[in-house]
């Protein structure tokens, strides 16, 4: 049965990509609210399936390694990220039995007191952003408990000299180490830090991102742009290749979304000063407007590298957001250009010369959550078509027998025995949330952190 329901899917993106391809395409037939539900159910019964994996020969531990049926650990001992990205989503899909067996398991098994350094980035939008949004979830106070207490000992991150964080702290003794960063790990801390501040009345939390965030941005080169390295320490930048891919990608994300979740004006006036200078040096206009962003020289802002990636799928998203919708549904073309060189996209691609750069695929999430954004801000049912041929490509190639398998070569489809916790947290759900009614998720009242974890205010 599975094999037929792959052939079908495969027949239908093949169609659907002949049907949308090309300046003389036309326009998507619009999906029925019917056919849309019916997708959403599919996403909920592969997440189930996935979830059924891990519990079934990873529980209490970190991630399912899905060819070998083995548990993986980050650190030694487990922090639970499966069952803490995961609980959002299960909750939102209304999978209630596997919500509250997450739930109870990181309640009651969850513990930070380990003498290991932990990276301070994954850990913040991973499991403190999935604490929080558990807890505004559920009312589980055990799970605010839990916040707070790792978000004390992360706190002796923030203590350089420039208050820009170093990337890996000890959880047990707060020694901290790698002082060599990216504005991605320095900048993409205030919406989960600053909740935690909100819901604890503890102020310091919301205060120490703020400034790290506030001290990246202003060390921005005179034409308004980030590099790809810094040192925390000194504030010097050790790499100067600007982008919007990984090591920078959620900087401008947070840089938006902190004035969307909080209100805060700084973090609106920072936006306004840094969006300009991304669309003017980074973007890029290719083979008869197609529209991409590359990499370029922060200091000049002279073309380096025409490079863009899964990571940098993220950017129509946030354009989107920002407003900037018709620039947003370009570069989502231009993404969907990369997905079906291969049917399935890869980490890096070179857009000039049509070429794989780097061919993995670790389930990343950022072109389903443009098209979520896309389908959400603008009603169009060409969204929802994407979004059909993008489950269907991922489930051919990427389910298994236990869960889903990353892969090593999207031009080979060669798998990878990893299945990281964010296909809960955020490529589930957002194939989800764009095949889901309207009223499904309140897109409105909350604010997705960059693990697509959603938080709320006012608090209670």
Not at 280 to 299: K, P, S
Not at 390 to 396: E, K, Q
Request: charged share 25%.
């Amino acid at each position: 049965m599975f094999l037929q329901r792959v052939v079908i899917a495969a027949v239908f993106a093949a169609a659907l990509a002949g049907c949308t391809a090309g300046p003389t395409a036309r326009a998507p037939a619009a999906m029925t609210e019917a056919q849309a539900s019916e997708l959403a159910e599919r996403v909920k019964a592969e997440t189930r399936h996935a979830w059924q994996g891990y519990v079934r020969y990873a529980w209490g531990h970190d991630a399912l390694k899905p060819l070998t049926r083995a548990p993986h650990d980050w650190y030694g001992p487990s922090l639970l990220m499966t069952p803490v990205d995961a609980l959002d989503t299960l909750l939102l899909m209304g999978l209630t039995d596997e919500a509250k067996q997450a739930q109870e398991l990181i309640a009651s098994k969850l513990s930070f007191d380990h003498d290991v350094d932990v990276q301070v980035f994954e850990v913040t939008i991973r499991l403190l952003g999935g604490l929080i949004t558990g807890y505004q979830m559920t009312g589980d106070t055990r799970l605010l408990a839990l916040a707070d207490d790792l978000g004390r000992r992360l706190m002796p991150a923030f203590a350089s000299r420039t208050g820009l964080p170093y990337r890996y702290v000890n959880l047990r003794t707060g020694k901290v180490r790698d002082g060599i960063s990216n504005p991605a790990e320095t900048g993409t801390l205030l919406l989960e830090f600053g909740m935690l501040g909100k819901l604890t009345g503890k102020p310091a939390y919301y205060d120490a991102a703020k400034r790290a965030l506030v001290e990246t941005y202003r060390r921005r080169s005179t034409i308004g742009l980030v590099g790809s390295q810094i040192d925390v320490e000194t504030g010097a930048w050790t790499n100067p290749s600007a982008h919007i891919g990984g090591g920078i990608d959620s900087y401008y994300e947070y840089l938006y979304k902190c004035w969307r979740l909080f209100g805060d004006a700084d973090c609106k006036r920072m936006w306004d000063d840094s969006i300009g200078p991304v669309n003017r040096y980074l973007a890029d206009e290719v083979r008869d407007g197609e529209l991409w962003y590359g990499r370029a020289d922060m200091n000049t802002g002279q073309r380096t590298i025409t490079r863009y990636g899964a990571l940098d799928a993220f950017m129509p998203a946030l354009l989107a957001l920002g407003g900037d919708v018709d620039r947003a549904a370009r570069l989502q073309a231009s993404g969907m250009t990369m997905w079906r060189a291969h049917g399935i996209e890869p980490d890096a691609y070179d857009y000039a010369a049509q070429k794989v750069l780097r061919p993995t695929y670790p389930l990343r999430p950022e072109i389903v959550e443009s098209a979520y954004y896309l389908h959400r801000l603008t009603g169009k049912p060409q969204y929802r078509a994407m979004g059909k041929e993008l489950f269907d490509d991922f489930v051919r190639w990427c389910r298994t027998e236990d869960g889903y398998a990353a892969l090593k070569d999207v031009t080979t489809k060669e798998r990878d025995d990893a299945m990281e916790s964010f296909l809960f947290a955020e490529t589930f759900k957002y194939f989800y949330l764009l095949f889901a009614p309207r009223d499904a998720f309140d897109f409105d009242a909350a604010t997705f952190n960059t693990e697509a974890h959603p938080l709320r205010l006012p608090v209670p």
